[in-house]
């Protein structure tokens, strides 16, 4: 079983502060993925970018650019156009920048500037540049400056931005700055990507404190928060005013193209080497569209065009399998299934996994609510959907079988003030763990076998001693990511292990739901540790930074594809039982 960080005070002690980054959606072929074009307010749904269960897309119908003669006379041109600053000190420490704080992979195409102001500003302002405690340093400064918004903007935001180029500073700032504090206004915007959202201040209740909420696009009715690299201000007009950042989050989504190093950046664009996944590296202009950018064209010889419209082709089913996934991983974190683990249960008593057995047998009766002791659990949630409590492992097989058809009934729909009467049912698709020869299908170390003795779906990698390198050694681990990156892909399952802090061992399990084009190291990674979760690895490991990963599960292509997309057996049973 896998045991993870639980929920302190009940699910409703504290604000749910899901990862929200939103990109567009455009249709390349057959497959709606994400866009990076020009800025707009998104409408209808996206993935949380990372990331409900289904993503809206603008069938815009673009067409990816082909190899052609004249890009090579583009890329020179763009090659003598005089070159941008960016900014060195962040590229010097991205891998730690975009593994450790949640953001937003950019290139950053100059330093915002910092304010010029003299006096209590100008000292704080110099304080955070110097400063080896940067947390104890940012909590202070937001006590002692947080009755004035004005002045908190003016210390920590660079003309609008969220930016640091030291990964303590910037996870401090993302872990302590609330939009609440840095603005009073009743509506304020934020550009994350090339995206910009609305958000309309929310009066404190029982459960949240004062906060910002979306008003459009995927994450309308969320808790907005500040995310290193977003820009913020009270217009959208301001924000998309001399931007000083490029957003590369969706070249894989949107181009397929899993890497990309930079080679020139000027005012008319970027050149760079761009990689899809088996294919060959070849040179691409990327277009600026405000805070966006497009792939204008690719320049390459014969044989590496070949190889690379060769690639392009073999993956485009993977990259439509890999959305999907995504698509189940955001469902789940706006549904919280609870952990699994009684809320009554007595000290030093593990009872984790007993409430989705419980939970089982009352949705197979037909039942709304269940008891563990002397609390009582809901079958299904506000919206009627089925509530099974999860592990961590759970997550993992549930994000399998959801994306393939496979999962509970919800409550029927009704008429009026009719109360839909429970109709259970399993509907079945392409993944079920439940038929499969897996005889504890909620055990890490069991999925690890299982994947082990199935190489016709799974890949399995064992990393050796000298390769599992425990979290506390975060420069060594994120160095180990950097240097490794084939070996951590976008939907590549990790199996965290070690010991955490009651000096027992645990395993833990998340995915691989984003990686940053410029390093190929992950940025975001799901899991079910109290709740399901989009996190960096500072989120996942940082509470116990002596485990390390143990295992990379990779869904095979082939056993993907099928699995998700030819429907499997599609078939429904009212009665099915859990093992």
Known sequence: MCLE????????????FAVNRAIGLVCVGFVCVLGCGQPNETKGLGSASATSAALGASATGEAAPQVTEGCGDRVAKLLKEPALPGSPEFEAHRVELVGRPRGTPLVWIRVPAVSGEAG???SAIEKLRTTDKPLTLVKGLVRRFGRSPETLRRIFLREGYVYADDPDLALAMVETLR??????????FVLRGAEVFSLTRAEKTRYLPERYVYTNGPYKGEVAEVLLGDRVGLSREELLKDVAAWDVSAVWERHGVDRLRVKHLSAGGLVAEIKTRGGPW?????????????LGCVASNKEDAAAHGLALARTEGLRKALLALRNTVRAQV???PPFDEPKDEPDGEQQDGALRREWRRAYDQGLRRFS??????DVYDDEGRALPPQVCVDFITDTWERASGTWYKPLPPTSGEERPKPAPGRTVGGIDFDALDLPNRRSVAELVTFAKRHTEMFEVKDFGADERIPFAKRAEFFAFLSENTDDFVVGDVLVIFGVKSDGRPHYHSVMI???DPITGTPVLVAGNAGRPREQTFEGVMARSPKRSIKHRIRPKQEWLEKALFSGGKKAESGDEKSK
Do not use: H, W
């Not at 939009?179 to 304020?188: D, S």
């Not at 563990?372 to 659990?377: A, F, L």
């Open 372 to 377: 563990i002791g002397d609390v009582k659990y």
């Open 513 to 515: 739901v984003e990686s």
């Open 282 to 294: 070849i040179t691409g202009v990327f277009e600026p569209q405000g805070p966006g950018l497009k």
């Open 179 to 188: 939009l609440a504090a840095l603005f009073r206004e009743e509506k304020v």
């Open 120 to 122: 209590n500003v100008g």
């Open 334 to 336: 706006r549904e919280e």
């Open 5 to 16: 960080e639980k929920t302190r005070a009940g699910r409703k002690s504290r604000p749910v």
